[in-house]
């Protein structure tokens, strides 16, 4: 019988050793993983290579608490300003960055699940982020060349997950999370609800259970995480 359920935290991110490269799923503070981030964090690895859309804000949850815990040796993201624990790392010279605009970061990460090892995007091309790259001028436009984006996990944030691994999620949490279910060799779900087999209807599926690996109910109700969306709604009205 298959059952990706697993039945705690240390069963979840078991095998993510020093110097991976982890995916982290999430927009801002939207679908973002935040249990299964705080656990990874206080495994107190080094060197990881994050890819994420952002590099966190409040410095206690998030992004911010893995980058804060000295684990993360580079980030590749959109938006890493908002972070004062990247900030202080990145000025200390302890914390490598890539930046990507926002839209190849996507297209990046999705090629990787899509089997697509490169392709041309105009976005770049004459500035300086597009400097070092392989470019083409094509029907006189100019593109830059960019390399798929894959990982060696994913931890994301689903709505519903069956004991498959088939995901829906719910609203705006449906940005980075199914991309990089497809692009990383092990994919960790945070799910807030595990429902029966059968009760996602399969054209109500967004996430297959083929790319899903590791399932963890985290409830939202469940006390630490209701006082992380509380540290994070604050976060984000300031």
Known sequence: MINKQVADMAAALEGIGDGATVMIGGFGAVGQPNALIAALADL???????????????????????????????????????????DTQYKAGKIALEVVPQGTLAERIRAAGAGVPAFF?????????GEGKEQRTIDGRDYVLEYALKADVALIEAWNADRWGNLTYRGSGRNFNPIMATAAQLTI??????????????????????????????????????????????????
């Open 121 to 129: 995007t105009a976005t770049s091309a004459g500035t300086r982020l």
């Open 44 to 86: 107190k690895r080094r060197n990881l290579t994050v890819i994420a859309n952002n590099a966190g804000f409040e410095a206690e949850i998030g992004l911010g608490l893995l980058i804060g815990s000295g684990s993360v040796g580079k980030i590749i993201c959109s938006f890493p300003r908002g972070s004062v624990a990247f």
């Open 189 to 238: 779900v945070q799910a807030q609800n595990i429902v029966p087999l059968g009760t996602i209807k399969p054209d109500d599926v967004v996430t297959q259970g083929i790319f899903v690996d590791r399932v963890l109910h985290v409830p939202c109700g469940d006390p630490p995480i209701a006082k992380v969306a509380a540290k994070v709604a604050k976060a984000v009205a300031r």
